[in-house]
């Protein structure tokens, strides 16, 4: 490589630094004080990146964090606002608040996506890529702002939404949570046969297959076995949710 396009190569780093910097003031509403923070949340674990110190760069211990980081402040605001509401009902109403299917929706109204470095193609991923983006976010929020700017992001973004309790207590948290229940209550026999995938996607998937008293019922795919599992169980919610729902309220 000649030093005309190493000159050309860094030019063009340093105006997609400047593109990604002022994507992100306009997501989390400041200036990032380390941006190098932000490209790690959007860092997939396909590239196999590491640090001089051999640690690895992806989004997953930023997400870690920031899925804790969520689940305090949706705890406390639940607490604020729901003074009637024992220890068992604020953690379901928290479930439903930090549910996949909700932050994914948050995710893909940011566009968290267009900013995912990975080699894989997007046609790999699930739909929950756009809610671990989002708590990978929140985590990068964190360590570069401090709580109090996590905490402005969750309720601009996450909690907007969140206006009426009574509304959100009757949204279903866990499809699979929900289908078990249903079963206990009918004494039906049920099993989730969940294994590796043997697909030849970059990234790995797991199947799972849902049984109804021996019948089967629903299948489907994620990217982890729990995901999988809420999947199947959604599909098979679907399937027969007169039945479930009617059986529920009883």
């Known amino acids: 490589m000649n030093w005309l396009q190493k000159i050309l190569n860094r030019k063009s780093r340093l105006q997609n630094s400047g593109i990604f910097y002022s994507s992100m003031t306009s997501v989390i509403g ?121 905490e402005r992001f969750i309720y601009k973004n996450i909690l907007t939404e969140v206006k009426d309790l009574e509304y959100l207590e009757n949204k279903i948290a866990s499809y699979k949570s929900l289908f078990i229940e249903y079963c206990q209550k009918h004494k039906k026999t049920f099993k989730f046969e969940t294994t590796d995938d043997d697909g030849k996607d970059f990234i790995k998937h797991f199947s799972s297959k849902l049984y109804l008293n021996d019948q089967l019922i629903a299948k489907a795919r994620a990217t982890s076995k729990k995901k999988a599992e809420e999947k199947v169980a959604q599909r098979a919610f679907y399937a027969l949710q007169t039945e479930i729902q009617q059986c529920i309220k009883k």
């Open 30 to 150: 400041n200036k990032p004080k380390n941006i190098t923070l932000f490209e790690t949340a959007f860092t997939h674990r396909s590239l196999n990146k590491s640090n001089d110190n051999g640690e690895p760069v992806n989004y997953e211990r930023l997400e870690f964090l920031g899925d804790a980081i969520l689940g305090s402040v949706i705890a406390a605001f639940l607490y604020k606002n729901a003074p009637k509401g024992d220890e068992g009902y604020l953690t379901q109403m928290r479930s439903k608040i930090v549910s996949r299917s909700h932050l994914n929706n948050v995710g893909k109204r940011l566009n968290l996506v267009d900013f995912l470095h990975t080699k894989a193609a997007l046609s790999q991923f699930g739909d929950n890529i756009y809610g671990n983006l989002l708590e990978a976010l929140i985590g990068a929020i964190y360590v570069d702002a401090g709580f109090t700017a996590c």
